[in-house]
């Protein structure tokens, strides 16, 4: 069950090995291993801390690795610089969104195509993020640090797919959102998922990353600690702990709803409580 | 602004610059200069701030252009229009050393190093006075300088060239890079900008426009010293004047260094008696204008013009 998907068919988007990062003196990952096929969506789960973010930091190159090696597309990564990852193929859209306030929504869009592969497809991508979030298509001339966090979000997304991806790096999109906004956003997520666009997708939103990731990673303290696809996943004993576990922080009420979905998600109504 | 009434408006500032100081008298003929040099330095430290860059060490510029063009004048009769060159190429130079040797500092931690070198430049310039006459100070060879005329049009068109190219920068999709890089350089890096080379790209324009504004007054003047060419004066009016003008603007740094130069004067010549009056009132008044009009005349003028466009739609019935 824990095995990793089979990915000898070709190869795979993205493989890291046991790579060890972090800031200064704190390594915050260390060891971490994992992969990512073509056209797959894969999710990093984790408690707050847990080394999710730093992932994605060494994964696009906005922190130096101590240890191990990054493979994308079949060529070590290891040590290429943040914005040649862009250019490459790899784009983020950064936790807590980091869109640009003062600029417009066309503007922070227009940004994104700055690489010369993505800037040759400016009017392309317009097109397909409009397509995706008709709200941007409204509000183009406005201020994006005017607009709600979930239409800042979407501006996030699609500011990372305006550089063309081939693989897309989503850190923490439901973070801040209302509960019909992260529908809202989960929902485009899948859409840009069947264009065929790679996702890797960091969240702590556990139940809504599982419904749209094919496989997920769970890491602790820096290590990745279980893996396997979304339904053995979301099965999981371990997993589940973590996910009720963080619930327990948010209060009573919502710590009853999730252990109750849980134990559905379970088939045994009564095995989690 | 389409790009052919660009042009056109840039080769008519060409033509005043060319005509206009043969006609002014020479005291306005020197203001015009000192106007044209405090545009220089004004429109190179707004660019670099409108990059999140602020500089303190724009003094450093003024005085390695000055320098260049006089040690130059005085070992090889260069002609003043040729020294242009080398002292652009040091200053841009200077320029690329600064944001290599800052790296990643921002804000105050940037601004500190800049001022650090500035400074640096003054003591050195100082220590070798075999090469700079040290505080004695440096004539420049008197018999290669050109006439009051010549040398204000230089200016002039100097200052008419750096607004220009910074309003063709602020058209470009540079402009974006850098605006955004103000606000954090690790998101420009995520959309596939390489901050860094933004980053020497923008300190070596700045700082071969403000060596510019060195190489003018150093001909000018005809003489210079490291207190002069240093002078930390210069890096206050450098940001003074966007500050006032509007800041990260094209227009504000030019306006803003004409609205302080006339105040300057204005002062200066009504409290003539004596000097530390003139200069109160002309601090209080850049204190308020600073405080009032956050964004600057520009700003200001930009909400007269909405609020009286407001005002005529309302007395037609519009809604």
Redesign the interface.
Known sequence: MNTPMSAATSTPMLEIDGIRAGYKDAVAIDGVSLRVAQGEVVCLLGANGAGKTTTMRAV?G?IPLMKGTIRYQGEDISNM????R??AGI??S?EGR?I????TVM?NL???S??PR?RALRKEGLERVFTLFPRLLERTTQAAGSMSGGEQQMLAIA?ALM?QPKLLALDEPSLGLSPKMVTAVFESIRAIASSGITILLVEQNTRAALTIAQRGYVLSTGQVVHQGTAEDLAQSEMVQKAFIGSAHLHGGRRSRRDRRLAAAANGAPHAAG | MNSTRAWMVIAAAFLVALVLPHFLPPGLSELATRLSTLILVAVSWNMMANAGLISLGHSGFWGLGAYTAALLANAVHMPFWLTIVPAMILGGGFGVLLAYITGRLRGLFFAISTLAMAEALRVIALMVPKLTGGAEGLFVFDEIRPGRETMTSFALCLAVATVAISYFLSKSRFQYALRAMRDSESAVQMLGVNPARFRMGVTALSGAIASCAGVISAWYTGYLDPGAAFDMKITISAQIAPLFGGLYTVSGPVIGAAAIMTLSELTRIYFGYSAGVGLLVYGVILVFGVLFMPSGVVGLYGRWRNRSKRRGALAEGRP
């Open positions: 696009t906005l610089p943040a914005h040649d862009v250019t784009c983020l950064p980091q640009f306030p003062d600029l503007e227009v940004l994104g700055f690489n993505a500011r550089g």
